[in-house]
């Protein structure tokens, strides 16, 4: 699997998938995914991205540190440095928004649902992604690794606000929560105990990976008596 290859073999890899992104969207006719010009409201595209793609994708600049997905900051930099403009990347990430790879062909690996966001809210997030990806960078020029906890509340004892900071309702349907995400089961009707709560978010299990890093261990204990008291509900 691509994950046991070298640092500068995954910062290659997202960027060669970015511009193979970007040549499938122009051969299917539909790059540009109904999206007008202009650059859409970047802050609303933040707090969707922080809200619902986090959990699931490393960026910078919203703090986030999603392991399931691409590091999008690996993804478009060596795009950006070899002359990706904005727009394209706009492109390529409002298409990656509606014709996801729901069904990936990696064994065990979850896949991104399509149109997890739609109309607006689409080309917002896209217009965010491709205005902040790849930009920030370590003294020797590679792009950060992201940092801290941009999606985590302040109070660390709110479990359905951490449940939603942490983007936990973009895989999980949970009706107290208003998410109906179909990646991960459905929390509602596994109805999971507190005690599973914590070690699924504490340690992961297949394709939902271990939390242990973004949320302190007050913070898992808060969303997970928050889950198994609100799932059924």
């Known amino acids: 699997m691509w994950l046991a290859r070298s ?3 995954r910062r ?3 960027a060669l998938l970015a511009a193979v992104a970007v040549a499938a969207l122009a051969a299917a006719g539909c790059g540009t995914v109904g999206y007008s010009e202009g650059n859409g409201d970047q802050a609303n595209g933040k707090a969707l991205f ?4 986090g959990s699931c994708h490393v960026l ?3 703090g986030t540190k999603g392991q399931i997905g691409p590091n999008l900051d690996y993804a478009f930099f060596q795009s950006r440095r070899e002359g990706m403009t904005e727009d394209t990347i706009r492109q390529v990430v ?3 928004i509606a014709y996801a790879v729901a069904d990936p062909v990696v064994e065990g690996a979850p896949g991104m649902p399509r149109d997890i966001y739609k109309g607006s809210d689409a080309n917002d ?3 965010y992604v491709a205005g902040v990806a790849g930009l920030d960078e370590d003294d020797d020029g590679k792009p950060d690794e992201g940092s801290g ?3 985590v509340p302040p109070d660390a004892k709110d479990g359905k606000a951490i449940f939603a900071s942490a983007g936990c309702g973009s895989c999980h349907t949970l009706a107290d929560a208003g998410s109906n995400g179909a990646v991960g089961p459905n929390l509602d009707q596994a109805k999971p105990t507190k005690a599973l709560a914590v ?3 504490t340690n992961g299990q297949g394709g939902m990976p271990s939390f242990k890093d973004q949320l302190s261990a007050e913070q898992i204990e808060a969303v997970a008596t928050y889950v198994s008291s609100a799932a059924g509900k």
């Open 60 to 62: 910078a600049d919203a």
């Open 7 to 9: 640092r500068s073999d």
């Open 149 to 151: 906890g941009g999606g």
């Open 94 to 96: 409002r298409g990656q």
């Open 125 to 127: 997030v896209a217009a």
């Open 12 to 14: 290659r890899r997202p």
């Open 199 to 201: 070690d699924r978010v």
């Open 50 to 53: 922080t809200s619902n793609c």
